[in-house]
Structures are given as structure tokens and as C-alpha cells.
């Protein structure tokens, strides 16, 4: 992208030998199951936090009821298969990297709130402390 950004995925289905019992709880999170340990009950309570914000839901569901929309209206038209499924595709990789953007603010304001530490916040992430700062634009 050109914009120095570092993406990092996780796979939630992945095998989870040799991980961080953090992160695994974490991941454990992500599918839907009852957070477990203070770092992943830190990020639920976050996201509790945020799904209150009332802008933040409006926003939302703007967003989402032009995706329907635009949906419908591509229907109507008789968009081709191909185009659908790369729009499809398009979509779910901007949540990824919505979704992990969010994590890493999350984990970034955990740090500086000093409810996590440096070295578990980089172990949750995936990456050395050191890659964790620069993207966090930690100092």
C-alpha cells in the first residue's frame, strides 16, 4: 500500500501448538467463544465498550444499509457472477484489515494504559516487541 503499514493475519482455525496461551485465548475469542484470561477479557470488555458508543452504531448501520443497497441494486442490474465475487472478496479483506487495525489500537491502548505489557501485547500480535512499537508507533 505504500503507506509503511504492517498487516498481520491470524488464523483462528490454525493449529495452536507452541502459542501463547494468551493469544490462543484470544483466538478462542475471535470464534465466538467466552473470553478467557485478563488480556482477552481486557479486549471484550473494549469491544462492550464500543458497541455502546452510539455514534459508533449509527455509523454502522449506515455503512451496512448502503452495503445492502448498493447489493440490491447491483442485483437488479444483473451483475455478472465475476464481479460479485470480487466485490464479495473486496469486502472481506477491508474487514480484515479493519478488524486488525482495531486490534492492534486495541492492543496499543492496553499498553499505554498499562493494563498489558509491551512484550504480551507484541506476543499477542504476532511479531517481536520491537515490530510491535514501530507499528504502534509506540516510542
Keep these: 500500500m505504500g503507506d ?3 498487516k498481520i493475519f491470524l488464523n483462528s482455525k490454525g493449529r495452536r501448538e507452541g502459542i501463547d ?7 478462542d475469542y475471535i470464534e ?11 479486549i471484550a470488555d473494549a469491544v462492550e465498550v464500543a458497541k455502546e458508543n452510539k455514534e459508533m452504531k449509527v455509523e454502522y448501520m449506515t455503512y451496512y444499509m448502503e452495503l445492502r443497497r448498493s447489493e440490491e441494486r447491483g ?4 451483475m455478472e457472477k465475476g464481479r460479485m465475487e470480487g466485490r464479495k472478496e473486496g469486502r472481506m479483506e ?6 486488525m487495525e ?3 489500537e486495541a492492543l496499543k491502548s492496553l499498553v ?12 499477542a500480535a504476532g511479531m517481536s516487541e ?5 507499528v504502534a508507533d509506540l516510542r
Excluded at 520491537?130 to 514501530?134: D, G, L, P, Q, R
Aim: charged residues 35%; hydrophobic residues 35%.
Design 4 to 6: 509503511e503499514t504492517t
Design 112 to 123: 499505554v494504559s498499562k493494563l498489558l505489557s509491551l512484550k504480551d501485547a507484541a506476543a
Design 94 to 99: 477491508g474487514r480484515m484489515e479493519g478488524r
Design 32 to 42: 465466538g467463544k467466552a473470553p478467557k484470561g485478563k488480556f482477552t477479557e481486557t
Design 21 to 27: 496461551s494468551d493469544l490462543a485465548a484470544f483466538l
Design 130 to 134: 520491537e515490530a510491535f512499537k514501530k
Design 75 to 78: 442485483m437488479e442490474k444483473g
Design 102 to 104: 482495531g486490534r492492534m
